[in-house]
């Protein structure tokens, strides 16, 4: 094996990004606006003021802004765990006995152990040089909830984090990792808020939802003095942030005269996907380059491939603005068998609007398959990726045994978005052969549509 | 904050180190010889064959060749995960306010979480070359089984882990990681081998211990064909391995111009403290520099400061043979309220002999201290350390703040080895305030030494 391109590409510190990009200043359609659940008007700052901090309500609703100085404090914390190497997978190749050139950007090597370290430092950043006193948010399987301790941890600002009761008494791991960054940790439904002590009340026994978490985060933000909301994903805010991993990706390549063919990320709400492909997708948009760009989802929560183009709640509990995005329905649940992350119900706006517009195709695959191309990277390539960065390596192993037919040497490009050190127990079902797949219905699908707001 | 040294630097792949560096060529005092258990005459070649592979053999009894070559393939792997980066610890200067200029070598950037990978892969490769089908060992925590696994996942090499029952039962994660690097992991004891199946038929309920796994991975070795067994620290051909972090932390601070005051490393078998410091003990021996060399070790299982420096069984079966090393008895086991690894109960023959000869300190610190350190530094640095780095963290702070006191601009280097991922049961007692201490009496270690064997 010799070649010329090193296993993995650091940048220095001085090539890191000083600014965010704002991919929608590049967009002529723009993502449609989120909508006030009362009026179904376009929401203004005023309405978003006490939910959000100031600078990310700015930065949520500015369509036009193209570059956003990254400030000199994140960037300093950029630089514990940044720059992410861009790795290429040279025993991956081999394994495959490809033609295709493969790279991955991985965004693992921090505790949070995946890229959402990114915008949580943002996130909490902004909240701070507000004077605010904390933040609180929801998490579901915990790397959101961690990134947000991590960052919270630094900057000495209160975190309360509201867990999916199942998840906070089956992960016990990802909560204590949360209390080390001294994080307040609370199994929801929980007697602190409102909601939580209305379905307590319905529902004793209950295990919790997302949906259910996310109110309670709001309603304790929006109820205390000093408080705001921060969301991990699906918001234009958050994938501002995660340019900086395209970015980097970018002068990486650059650097070494790069051109990727294609660029694969897996797609939950689209926080990774977006980030990743900014830039190259700004050179796409603006016409100066054309890269192939593949969104990969769960079959178990296909929201692009089977979902519908459509205004609908962000959250299950209806309280959040209305976003125009692909959706499945506010109520749709994958199945239990579903393994991984990437459970939301709908699709970040600017992703939406881009594969509506052609500029994104998307494919779903199913676990059995995600877990056997997890496995195979982690024996070629060392790292045991998380079940969510394996959607994507399931669809880079795909185009590089197309490649392998075709003799074609394309350049692939994907986002290895984190580690799976906290997701053994699907590995465990794996290894064990007792992983199923699951593909909802029409008919399932459809039902949940169904309740859908009657918004054109 | 205004500087020149990066938060991280990271070698280029041509910096990396090409050899290892063999410690015992520029020692006076070489380290004692091992002993045959049976005729306590020094270990032959012969002797070892049937255990070790032919070439870790050579390593292992070589106390002149300087220098050995990294082969190839071995350095291709390490491209995969190394270099590891030398962390500038600014932030954590700045929390403590000290003068100290800190600097830290993180081993935990792979899935296996620590460096016990740069010897996993060493000792898989050259078992693979000479033509074997597999390799045994055993593991209690799991680091060291996580590591062989993953390099004989990549070599295609068989690898049968014995890991202590009570572990595989409380650490079902470690256990799912290393099946899904291909290993077989049975509990310990088991039915697969006479020590184990005589253990079971006189304590049909116990949990196991790291003497009996080792008793049964040794016996399963010599037992099948195309095995060897392998060990992960301890030995000199380990810290042979390991003298690759030390390697790359010389370079990485010849090239800043950086020379460290003192070098800090936690202690169990020794296997990172001897690879840490290897090319700066060796400036030391040759006269060339001097450095402060601080071993740090649980106040638990104290061996350098409160063991003896004798002869001694390196296993609690006494199968294996004799090591002249500091030692707290072969059946000494620290309180189960100790929570981290460093529960060897000697020290590596090398750095016994340095620390007997005077170019080591060695001191030893209580577990609420380290954990203590290891929350400060994951909430100042960003990364969860493990419970045996956090001992070197421990130490650390203490000298910087020294250095605050006394106004002194120290140059501190410390080993990071690994992230605290799998060890979150530890945290959560910490975070709940029920992590208590212990220290062996005088008694209770008198009473262990009265096992050594009788050898001058």
Request: with cysteine; glycine share 8%.
């Amino acid at each position: 094996m010799t070649q010329q391109i090193p296993y993995k590409i650091y940048l220095n510190e001085e090539e890191m990004p000083k600014t965010w990009y704002n991919l929608r200043a590049d967009m002529k359609n723009k993502p449609a606006p989120l909508l006030s659940p009362a009026t179904h008007q376009p929401v203004t700052a005023e309405d978003l003021q006490p939910v959000f901090c100031d600078e990310l309500v700015k930065q949520e609703l500015d369509n036009d802004t193209r570059d956003f100085e990254i400030p000199q404090q994140i960037r300093d914390f950029y630089k514990m765990y940044r720059p992410s190497p861009l790795v290429r997978a040279y025993c991956l190749e081999e394994k495959l006995q490809t033609p295709a050139k493969i790279y991955y950007k991985f965004e693992g090597n921090n505790t949070s152990g995946s890229h959402k370290l990114n915008s949580a430092i943002a996130q909490a950043y902004y909240a701070k040089n507000q004077g605010l006193k904390g933040v609180t948010t929801e998490t579901g399987a915990g790397q959101w909830g961690t990134a947000l301790s991590m960052a919270c941890g630094y900057l000495g600002l209160d975190c309360k984090v509201y867990m999916v009761k199942v998840s906070y008494e089956q992960k016990p791991f990802r909560r204590e990792v949360m209390r080390t960054y001294g994080a307040s940790v609370t199994p929801s439904p929980s007697d602190t808020t409102n909601v939580g002590r209305a379905i307590l009340a319905a529902h004793p026994g209950t295990g919790g939802s997302l949906g259910c978490a996310i109110s309670e985060a709001v309603e304790a933000a929006v109820s205390t003095p000093g408080y705001r909301y921060v969301l991990g994903s699906v918001l234009n805010q958050v994938l501002l942030h995660q340019s900086v991993i395209g970015l980097e990706s970018k002068i990486a390549m650059d650097k070494y005269g790069i051109k990727p063919d294609m660029i694969i990320g897996c797609a939950g709400g689209g926080s990774n996907l977006g980030g990743l492909i900014a830039p190259f997708m700004g050179e796409k948009l603006r016409g100066e380059a054309d890269y192939q760009i593949i969104a990969v989802e769960p079959a178990s929560c296909p929201s692009l491939t089977r979902g519908k183009f459509a205004y609908d709640f962000c959250d299950t509990g209806m309280v959040c603005p209305l976003a125009k995005m692909y959706t499945l329905g506010s109520g749709f649940m994958p199945s239990p068998n579903h393994a991984g992350g990437l459970r939301y119900h709908g699709m970040s706006s600017i992703l939406s609007q881009l594969y509506h517009d052609g500029y994104i195709e998307a494919r779903s695959v199913e676990q059995t398959k995600v877990f056997e191309a997890a496995q195979l990277f982690a024996r070629t390539e060392g790292i045991l990726p998380a079940p969510e960065s394996s959607h994507a390596i399931r669809a880079a192993i795909d185009e590089a045994l197309k490649c392998k037919e075709t003799g074609e040497e394309k350049t692939i490009l994907f986002g290895l978005t984190g580690t799976g050190y906290f997701d053994l127990y699907a590995y465990a079902n794996y290894n064990d052969g007792t992983m199923t797949d699951y593909i909802p219905t029409d008919a399932d699908i459809e039902a949940s549509l169904k309740n859908l707001p009657d918004i054109d």
